[in-house]
């Protein structure tokens, strides 16, 4: 498990993918997705080649060892569910949908994931009923 430090350094770089629905809410989709669509299959790349590549792997763990997840070893990271969601997100729904779905994903999850793991004691599975309040 990442410390709750590490947790917060991982949520600030989860909240720069808010940079995604503000595009959105300046510019039309067709662009978002030209350029949220080669981020999302670069991502998907790095971790492909992360898990089937002991070189990659190691020069990945040596920047973000400490703010992976245990499940994501050996699995996509939450960066690549990000942008695959994001992309799918604006494909399927209209602009306004989109940008209240993807700043809801964004500040929500993150929310969730800090209070959670910070005064989380009532736990249902994995998830704590206070990190899901806070969503």
């Not at 629905?21 to 350029?35: C, G, S, V």
């Not at 050996?74 to 604006?90: E, H, M, N, Q, R």
């Amino acid at each position: 498990m990442i410390t709750f430090n590490n947790e917060i350094v991982r949520k600030l770089i989860h909240l720069s993918s808010l940079i995604v629905p503000l595009h959105l809410y300046y510019f039309d989709k067709t662009l978002t997705l030209y350029i949220l669509i080669p981020i999302a299959i670069a991502f998907l790349l790095i971790d492909f080649l992360r898990i089937n590549n002991p070189k990659v792997e190691n020069i990945y763990s040596f920047f973000f060892n400490s703010i992976t997840r245990s499940e994501e070893k050996k699995s996509l990271t939450g960066a690549s569910y990000v942008f695959i969601s994001s992309c799918l997100i604006i494909l399927l729904f209209d602009k306004e949908i989109a940008i209240i779905s993807l700043l809801i994903m964004t500040i929500s999850d993150t929310m969730a994931a800090l209070i959670g793991r910070k005064y989380g004691s009532i736990r249902v599975g994995k998830k704590s009923i206070e990190g899901s309040m806070a969503f």
